[in-house]
Nanobody, 128 residues
Framework: QVQLEDSGGDWVQPGASLRISCTAS????????VAWFRQAPGKKREGIVC??????SYSASVKGRFAVSREYFKNTIHLRMNNLTPEDTATYYC???????????????????????WGQGTEVTVSN
């Protein structure tokens, strides 16, 4: 059974940085595609990051500010978020699926459907 644990969410001020993490059990993230989604109150879930062992894709809303890093020996993937704004306030979820198709299949359009394991979410609040 695959389990994902999201962690690291916090309250920060605008302009600050924060790192959130996704740790897996039951699935080697080195052989998986991992995505980050976020959902703000009253809004649809948004796919923002998609990563394989060697590639990373970012939505326009976070590109240039967010970056993925990998610690496969801990079976963990981190998301470093820089220059946060109030518009980044949301619950962040990691999702994963064992990679069986090309990276483009999963990451060209970051959507929930291919991912079969989800974290519980971690809350990020950006405000003064």
């Amino acid at each position: 059974q695959v389990q994902l644990e999201d962690s690291g969410g916090d309250w920060v001020q605008p302009g600050a940085s924060l790192r959130i993490s996704c740790t897996a059990s039951g699935l080697s993230l080195a052989n998986a595609v991992v995505a980050w989604f976020r959902q703000a109150p009253g809004k649809k879930r948004e796919g923002i990051v998609c990563a394989t062992e060697s590639t990373s894709s970012y939505s326009a809303s976070v590109k240039g500010r967010f970056a993925v890093s990998r610690e496969y020996f801990k079976n963990t993937i981190h998301l470093r978020m820089n220059n946060l704004t109030p518009e980044d306030t949301a619950t962040y979820y990691c999702a994963a699926v064992r990679k069986r198709r090309s990276s483009n299949f999963y990451c060209d359009n970051i959507r929930p459907n291919p991912f079969d394991s989800w974290g519980q979410g971690t809350e990020v609040t950006v405000s003064n």
